[in-house]
């Protein structure tokens, strides 16, 4: 079992920036990938940025491209999310997921994640 809890959301200015945690329970944090979702106001919930177990590879969403840096410290057993030049259109729950994926296509699904977080609120205001 991993219990992933999120911090660092708020409300944030068109062109600022934020930096989201997701701090992980258990001992088998580095042996679990890590992605950040999120789920605007009526939209489905969608792929932003994910990083393999040991942090050689990330991958993202083209919305987010340049943007958002994913990052993570094993040793503290927690995933980041770095977000520059927001847009209102950030505006969105975010959640870290855990799973173990081997395969690229993967990472960007929300079924392929076995453990999720409650979510932190971003709210870009224009």
């Known amino acids: 079992q991993v219990q992933l809890v999120e911090s660092g959301g708020g409300l944030v200015q068109a062109g600022g920036s934020l930096r989201l945690s997701c701090v992980a329970s258990g001992r088998a944090f580095s042996t679990y990938a890590m992605g950040w979702f999120r789920q605007g106001p009526g939209k489905e919930r969608e792929f932003v940025r994910a990083i393999t177990y040991n942090g050689g590879n990330t991958f993202y969403a083209d919305s987010v491209k340049g943007r958002f840096t994913i990052s993570r410290d094993n040793a503290k057993n927690t995933v980041y999310l770095q977000m520059d030049s927001l847009k209102p259109d950030d505006t969105a729950i975010y959640y870290c997921?855990?799973?173990?994926?081997?395969?690229?296509?993967?990472?960007?699904?929300?079924?392929?994640?076995?453990?999720w977080g409650q979510g932190t609120q971003v709210t870009v205001s224009s």
């Open positions: 997921a855990a799973g173990r994926i081997i395969t690229t296509q993967a990472f960007m699904r929300p079924s392929s994640y076995d453990y």
